[in-house]
């Protein structure tokens, strides 16, 4: 089963508002990472946030992390039309150097 | 475009055949990744190989499948007298012993099995 569990399911905005996103999980965690795919292609890698922290920003990216709460948060600023795809939080949990483990994603569709 | 290939692209096969699929690694990541997803889901582990060494399986890759990475470089992953429920996105992605938190991955490889 998988353990990151990404809400909303699917969001549409209008270009240039802001998107969140959340990931719950289930736990104890290395480190969470978000990943965007495309329609039909692969992931690629958006940013990184360890447990010992709380916030990261990369770009229009702020990512959060509560590990009380066991959850995460994607904030997209000023979104663009390019920025709809599927969204994923991944995590390696603390007994596991290796393999990630995906939630089933949030889909953003943003409106030119 | 991540630097990870795969092919080929795209697969369709009827029930029962056999199928392999190629991943090509960006050329200095030791270590390689093979994961499935179905459509709306995120993908899942199914295996994972340092160097020429597969050491972890996830109970997802039963015995019809089987994953090789002879010389440390590229994989290959067959699938053995297909089913329909074999039908999913094939990726791999690797990493780096540097980083290998980080995980790049490939176009991913879309088998239809009829």
């Known amino acids: 089963s998988q353990q990151g569990e990404e809400d909303p399911q699917a969001l549409s905005i209008q270009e240039g508002e802001n998107a969140t996103m959340n990931c719950s999980y289930k736990t104890s965690i290395n480190n969470l990472q978000w990943y965007r795919q495309n329609s039909g292609r692969g992931l690629v890698h958006l940013i990184l946030i360890r447990s010992n922290e709380r916030e990261k920003h990369s770009g229009r990216l702020r990512v959060t992390l509560d590990t009380s709460k066991k959850s995460s948060s994607l904030l997209i600023t000023a979104s663009r039309a390019a920025d709809t795809a599927s969204y994923f939080c991944?995590?390696?949990?603390?007994?596991?150097?290796?393999?990630?483990?995906f939630g089933s994603g949030t889909q953003l569709t943003v409106l030119p | 475009d991540t630097g990870v290939s795969q092919d080929p692209r795209h697969k369709i096969t009827k029930r029962g055949q056999n199928v392999t699929f190629r991943c090509d690694p960006i050329?200095?990541?030791?270590?390689l990744y093979w994961y499935r997803q179905t459509l709306g889901q995120g993908p899942e582990f199914l295996t994972y190989?340092?160097?020429?060494?597969?050491?972890?399986k996830s109970r997802l890759l039963s015995d019809r499948f089987s994953a090789e990475r002879p010389k440390g470089s590229f994989s290959t992953l067959e699938i053995q007298r297909t089913e329909q429920g074999d039908s999913a996105m094939y990726l791999c992605a690797s990493s780096s012993s540097g980083n290998k938190e980080t995980q790049y991955f490939g176009p991913g490889t879309r088998l239809l099995v009829l």
């Open positions: 050329s200095e990541h030791n270590r």
């Open positions: 190989f340092q160097n020429e060494a597969q050491l972890e």
């Open positions: 991944a995590l390696i949990s603390s007994g596991s150097a290796r393999q990630l483990t």
